[in-house]
DNA sequence: GATGGTGCTCTTTTT
DNA sequence: GAGCACCATC
């Protein structure tokens, strides 16, 4: 048992309960994921359980690959039939064996959050929508239901609101879209999934699970929930795994208090803790413990670090998202010279588009960085195009994609005689280019009737080798691109480098993929492949040891870094204004779910945390002024609490840029010399209401600023031609000398946070 | 039907 | 700063 002797009593404890259900409570960094694979390894080699009788869910498919290795590795051999991964990976896999009792054909295709909600939009526009209800209230009706697991003939037993009878509409249209185009989204997957666990086809391989492990169980939905209850009520040991305090998906419909329902639904499961850090020092984890423990209804622990003391906590405040981002790519910079290892750094973010400044001051410090998130390579309009032209031959029922590859690829068929062949509403069964072919179309004139049906008939051919695989996928897929006619455009093109690339890249990814492949002894199918690129997520990319890495918190979760800095930490921005206002009207539940989220972010620092904000930001092209977040708050009021500790030594050192005027005045405290800045020709030059010239329009003001392909541009409305705007390139432009609008725009409040002076 | 310019609106977070 | 709808033009 010598696999055992490496966990410590509450982990051994945790992972070897087998007598009754299990609800591991697992603060960051206390060793869950070696707890749960010690567990599974137990169960194998110990316990002598088949590893078929094993189901072991993660939240992405990087958390479900680690957890296979590392089971592996302590069992020394790949265990055959071993259920491990995410939930829609799992059941994707599932409903693939069973298409036909889910009412799928084989060749069933999953389409990504743009396509469907392209989808969403066609549906509602066919519909007389009602005065001042808006597409996004639509859509998150649905994603609420879907979440929640409920099928549109559910809600008609549901209680709904009135205004949401709309909502139910489109959502029933939009489930008979799926079902007729023979597709599915994310979240009708796992109901799918649901469905298919209902039916006798798949009694067999349930009753097949006998023991189940899931991970991050508090941000499990109950459409996730819904699935599992098919296993729970049968298997033989359960094992959850989750921590209350870093539920950061509630808006993804997973409640706060799954795991305390857990317990209550299971009255004879036992709760271990594990409340012994072994990633952060002492310093990290207690302020990470001062801003969370303003969250009411815990299910309570407190973490221990087993790493001991480290260095302060730092604090940055800089004059706005730019120069914020030059501050940390300095730091950065140093620290690399100084011998720290790239992978050792990571840039935390509340969202994505704050990794732009980011990006340019780290391009211009030549620190190289990856964004783990953001954009996936599967997102790129090209890798969509070509994704989707492979789903439609796959999956000629698949209107989004015919519509789509029509676009890309123009045939002379626009979506208006798309509109009159394909119906997305009602009755008919024949959809995507099967309708092409079918030869009653009325509407039609005979001249575009004979140019559909050629259409028609030249998608068959194409189709063809890829149903016969008459060669190796990349070689068909290299052959349907050149005879659509990608590639020797793409070519002819000057401008389109970045999507020649990206092509070859993709072409590569398939060469990988077979070759993968064929080592796993699995054959590669074009179907197999499709899917793992729908279901990968994006925090899934490989890291690289010569990179730092950029990402939101949300893609955090998990990960663990010597070194992290956590940007933005403002008032409307982290926590969102969302949240600020959803507590102001009484509610608190999103307030406090940012306030996990932060935790998350702290927690994920093991020796250096950073928190640095901007006094101002720019919003949609204009700046706006932010208050120091009121996380930041917790942890400095506590810091004052404990006026003994001195401040080189204390927990709570402070890095401020020397503004000039008022250096800090502690004793002990460390000022770093003033950062000097040089100025960037970028957008930040400019904001709205500036008064400009330009070298030939004369005299104007600016009222917007955008990008123009890779240049940057502004929109300003010329004194001469005073009714429109013209967009014009940056360089063109020069501040008005007598201008001041800029200062127009100075906080009327600053508290300008000074951090205990 | 395709293309290109223009001016709105808007996203937190992602399987 | 991007995506999109809308319009004018070819």
Redesign the pocket.
């Known amino acids: 048992m010598a696999s055992a002797n490496r966990l410590n009593p509450e982990q051994h404890q945790a992972a070897y309960c087998f007598d009754a259900p299990v609800c591991i409570l697992a603060g960051a960094g206390t060793g869950k994921t070696k707890t749960i694979t010690e567990r599974i390894a137990a169960l194998i080699q110990e316990e002598h359980v088949a590893p078929a009788s094993i189901l072991a869910l993660t939240?992405?498919?990087k958390a479900a690959a680690e957890m296979r290795e590392r089971v592996e590795h302590i069992l020394g051999y790949q265990p055959r039939g071993l259920e491990i991964g995410?939930?829609?990976?799992r059941v994707a896999r599932w409903c693939r064996q069973f298409p036909e009792a889910i009412g799928r054909s084989s060749y069933f295709t999953i389409i990504?959050?743009?396509d469907r909600?392209?989808l969403l939009?066609d549906l509602v526009k066919k519909r007389q929508v009602p005065a001042g209800l808006?597409f996004?209230d639509i859509k998150h009706d649905i994603h609420m239901w879907q979440c929640a697991g409920l099928h549109p003939d559910d809600l008609v037993s549901h209680p709904i609101l009135a205004n949401q009878t709309f909502a139910r509409t489109i959502y029933t249209d939009f489930i008979h879209a799926l079902d007729r185009s023979n597709t599915t989204d994310?979240?009708h997957l796992?109901l799918l999934g649901q469905r298919l666990l209902a039916t006798p086809q798949a009694a067999l391989f349930k009753a097949r699970i006998q023991h189940v492990v899931v991970d991050e169980y508090q941000d499990t939905s109950p459409a996730q929930t819904a699935i599992l209850n098919q296993f729970f009520s049968h298997a033989k040991t359960i094992a959850i795994v989750g921590d209350d305090d870093q539920a950061?998906?509630g808006?993804?419909g997973a409640a706060p208090d799954t795991m305390k329902r857990f317990l209550q639904q299971h009255p004879s499961a036992r709760l271990v803790k594990l409340e012994t850090n072994y990633r952060s020092s002492s310093q990290i984890l207690d302020a990470a413990n001062d801003v969370i423990q303003v969250n009411t209804n815990r299910l309570g622990k407190s973490l221990l670090s087993n790493h001991g003391d480290g260095p302060s906590l730092q604090f940055f405040v800089a004059d706005d998202d730019v120069h914020e981002a030059r501050l940390l790519a300095d730091r950065i910079h140093t620290l690399i010279n100084q011998g720290t290892s790239s992978d050792d750094i990571a840039i935390l973010y509340?969202?994505?588009?704050m990794s732009?400044p980011l990006e340019t001051a780290l391009r211009r410090a030549r620190v190289g960085y990856q964004i783990i998130?953001?954009i996936?390579f599967f997102d790129k309009?090209i890798i969509k195009n070509i994704l989707a032209t492979l789903r439609l031959l796959l999956n000629p029922h698949s209107a989004i994609d015919l519509s789509r590859f029509?676009?890309a690829f123009?045939?002379?068929?626009?979506?208006?005689?798309?509109g009159q062949i394909v119906p997305t509403i009602d009755g008919d069964l024949i959809s995507g280019f099967r309708a092409l072919t079918s030869d009653s179309h009325p509407d039609l004139s005979p001249r575009?009737l004979k140019k559909v049906i050629t259409f028609g008939h030249r998608l068959e051919e194409l189709r063809r080798p890829l149903i016969e695989q008459t060669a190796s996928l990349a070689e068909l897929i290299q052959e349907l691109l050149t005879r659509l006619g990608l590639l020797s455009q793409l070519e002819l093109d000057v401008d389109r480098q970045t999507e020649r690339e990206d092509v070859q890249d993709f072409l590569q990814l398939i060469h990988q993929y077979e070759y993968d492949c064929e080592r796993q002894n699995t054959s590669p199918t074009l179907i197999s492949f499709l899917e793992e690129a729908a279901?990968l997520?994006?925090?899934?990319t490989a890291t690289d040891a010569t990179h730092i890495s950029l990402?939101?918190i949300?893609?955090a979760k998990g990960l663990e870094f010597e070194h992290v800095f956590v940007i933005g930490c403002e008032e409307h921005q982290f926590p969102?204004?969302?949240?600020i206002e959803d507590a102001e009207g009484g509610d608190t539940s999103?307030l406090e779910?940012?306030r996990r989220?932060m935790y998350v972010a702290m927690t994920r620092a093991k020796r250096h945390l950073t928190l640095s904000r901007a006094k101002r930001r720019q919003h949609?092209?204009t700046f706006r002024h932010h208050m120091p977040s009121r996380f930041l708050r917790d942890i400095l009021v506590y810091a004052e609490r404990q006026p003994s500790q001195t401040f080189g030594s204390s927990r709570h050192s402070l890095i401020r840029r020397r503004t000039g005027d008022r250096p800090m005045g502690r004793r002990g405290q460390s000022i770093h010399s003033p950062i000097e800045i040089e100025d960037d020709v970028?957008?930040s030059m400019f904001v709205s209401g500036d008064r400009v010239t330009h070298t030939t329009f004369g005299a104007g003001e600016v009222?917007?600023?955008?990008?123009?392909g890779s240049r940057?541009a502004a929109?300003v409305r010329f004194d001469s031609t005073p009714t429109?705007?013209?967009?014009v390139v940056l360089a063109h432009l020069e501040p008005e000398k007598s201008s001041n609008a800029s200062s127009v725009h100075e906080p009327q409040i600053d508290m300008s946070f000074d951090f205990g002076a």
């Open positions: 939240f992405t498919n995410t939930f829609h990976a990504d959050e743009t909600n392209r939009k808006a996004a994310f979240g796992l950061i998906y808006w993804r509340r969202k994505n588009a732009r998130g953001g996936r309009a029509l676009k123009p045939h002379g068929i626009g979506q208006k005689t798309l575009m279901l997520s994006s925090t899934d990402m939101t949300h893609a969102t204004s969302q949240a999103t779910e940012e989220l949609h092209g970028d957008t009222v917007g600023l955008r990008g123009l940057r929109l429109r705007s013209r967009t």
